[in-house]
């Protein structure tokens, strides 16, 4: 009985750390998930071109589907066939995915289900998966400058040395994390145009960022910002909270509003101001609640398909 119990929870993983075997699992998640149709009710924030970008080989062209790039216009096949058509480029078959974890301590906690980290790892590796079926290579890395980012790769393989990656990072806070901010400096020099970015980040992280930092990043890639929550932080009690902090008990009273004021200001204004500012910005931005499945994000980086005429 022991020995299935250990198993069960290697596999499933118990909520404070990640598990390899879990994050696998998600595999299967990954693959029942079906991007909506282009040009029907869509999803929130700016849709991205099938196009990746200006100055790559041409691949092709195809008929033009409300939400392309009208820049990219195939005007000779348009007048030859007499029906719109826009171009294709090599690009767009070798797509890069790059999740970028944000390793701050505030991750490394949790009263509902699972740690903040552990469910930043959970939707990383259903981007991960997503970005697998759809043919992307995969890359990961955090704000370190002694860790090299983990290499674009292509397939399961590449899948699971991101997942490794992960596991690592997620299950106890990096000693040389340089904060987020720096994970973003480097994530613009791995991108290229028509990439996918999934940014995994505490809310309290992006105080760090500069705001002309988001644009540059969206530009050219489809830039998702996931915000990992707990409900204590969104829903304080009224009465006394009592805390284990560094094996020592304290009791933290939020009865008053001034307390509460406090509260709120360190956790749930950073939560609102990122959602509220980041679309204009031209990032895809949710919070991730750690009490929650985590796959409730997944039509902000999913890439439509085209409708059918």
Known sequence: MHTKRRHDQERNGDGV???LAELVALRAAAAAYRAPR???LGVAGRAPSPL???GMEYAESREYAPGDDVRHIDWRVTARSGTPHTKLFQAERERLTLVVADTAPGLYFGTRVRFKSVQAARAGALATWTAVRDGDRVAALRGSSTEPPVAPAGGPRGALRVLDALVRWYSRPPPDDEGLDVAL???ARVLRPGSRLLVLADPASLASVPDQRWPSLSVHSQVVVLLPVDPLETNPPAEPLALGVDGRRMQLDL?????????RNAYVAPLESALARLP????RAAA????GPG????PLFAVPRTARA
């Open 52 to 54: 990746r970008g200006r």
């Open 280 to 283: 204009a910005q031209g990032v």
């Open 185 to 187: 400096e480097h994530a």
């Open 288 to 291: 991730l609640p750690c009490d």
């Open 17 to 19: 750390v990640p598990a």
């Open 38 to 40: 282009r040009g029907r």
């Open 295 to 298: 796959d409730e994000w997944l």
């Open 255 to 263: 009865g008053t509003a001034s307390h509460r004021q406090r509260w």
